[in-house]
């Protein structure tokens, strides 16, 4: 693992209860209402938490989770396509937009980076920076609504924040 800056990622808001995705509203699909209390406690740790850019996905939940996050932090995340959820797309596509994106970020002087995305994005993301490549078989390697992944030069940790504690 090579990585030089902290990364922040975390996944939108429960948006679905559905085991077999989003069908026709893979980009429209909103947070539910249980999924915005989770949010706000991944808000309120971020707060507290160094802050340099942030990007988010085009897709209206991830919209929605990092409005959340804005409003209780006040920083702000820029809309990135390539943080989209992969719809209709090859699978070497999906890794060639975020590969492009990772590179893009690491020669900013950015060292705190925060991103919303979804889970094939956040398991390309986690792979690239933490193995130096992307394959099929990480695909599903991604953290669920409510959780935030950091990445920085020490290690890899997951924090969550489904459940009250």
């Given amino acids: ?47 507290t938490c160094p802050y340099d850019w942030g990007a988010r996905s085009e897709f209206l939940r991830c919209q929605q989770t990092a409005q ?29 937009r975020v590969k492009a994106f990772i590179d893009d970020v690491n020669v900013t002087e950015h060292q705190h980076v925060w991103v919303c995305t979804h889970g094939i994005v956040i398991a390309a993301l986690k792979s690239w920076l933490t193995r130096g490549e992307f394959s099929r078989q990480h695909e599903n390697d991604y953290i ?3 959780e935030l992944l950091k990445i920085n030069p020490e290690g890899v940790e997951v924090v969550k924040f ?3 504690v």
């Fill in 1 to 47: 693992m090579n990585v030089t800056k902290h990364w922040y990622i975390f996944r939108h808001g429960l948006a679905t209860h559905s085991k077999t995705g989003y069908g026709a509203q893979i980009r429209t699909a909103q947070v539910l209402p249980e999924g915005i209390p989770p949010v706000q406690r991944l808000g309120r740790f971020l707060d």
């Fill in 68 to 96: 959340i996050v804005t409003d209780i932090t006040g920083r702000t995340f820029v809309a990135d396509p390539r943080l989209n959820e992969r719809v209709d797309e090859p699978f070497n596509e999906i890794v060639d």
């Fill in 144 to 146: 669920q609504p409510g």
């Fill in 162 to 164: 489904a459940v009250l």
